[in-house]
């Protein structure tokens, strides 16, 4: 079960710089547009109207969906902003409880966002929401990353609160002091 988790993580981590890259693509490609363009008034006094119709809206699902999907595999590396002032200055098991507390809440929270997402995602089907932009994206399809993303977390969340319950080190733990080193 641990390898499946942790390629669940992975692959959500991967899939979101992903995303990531095809934002830079479409925001290169209408760059490389404009200038195109501009180069074509210089020159002749003529632009041909060069676009790529919705990148704006494109690039806002892309980003939208690499952050939640990226949730999961930053909780797990430790790249989250934790503030360790007062953990630190806790005995071991009063740190136990506290991580455990603190998880327990942010699962509950992420829980119940992920449901009210993927009921947002039904009702944008039922209802045939689209997007208002030159292409009309049916609403749900950028929604679902979202609810993926949130998903993943929460079964991230739980899976840390079950290791804190049986006495395990959160996956985060000691991890930020080696993000911070590498910087």
């Known amino acids: ?13 991967i899939l979101a710089a992903a995303l990531i890259v095809g934002i830079v693509a479409i925001v290169f490609a209408q760059v490389c547009l404009n200038f195109t363009d501009k180069v074509l008034v210089a020159t002749t006094g003529n632009p041909l109207g060069l676009t790529i119709p919705s990148y704006s809206d494109f690039t806002g699902y892309f980003l939208a969906a690499s952050s939640f ?3 999961a ?25 506290f991580e455990g507390l603190t998880l327990a809440l942010a699962l ?37 990353p979202v609810a993926l993303g949130l998903l993943i977390l929460s079964i991230a969340l739980l899976d840390d609160l079950a290791g804190v319950i049986r006495g395990k080190q959160p996956s985060y733990h000691g991890r930020e002091e080696n993000l911070m080193s590498e910087e």
Do not use: N
């Open 108 to 144: 509950v929270i992420t829980t119940f966002a992920t449901y009210y997402v993927f009921l947002l995602i039904s009702e944008s089907y039922a209802y045939g929401d689209k997007s208002p932009g030159m292409i009309p994206v049916p609403l749900w399809l950028p929604q679902t």
């Open 1 to 13: 079960m641990r390898k499946v988790l942790d390629r669940l993580y992975q692959f959500s981590g």
């Open 73 to 97: 595999y930053t909780l797990r590396v430790g790249g989250h902003i934790r503030v360790t002032l007062i953990t630190r200055l806790l005995g071991a098991r009063t740190t136990a409880c």
């Open 69 to 71: 999907l990226a949730l």
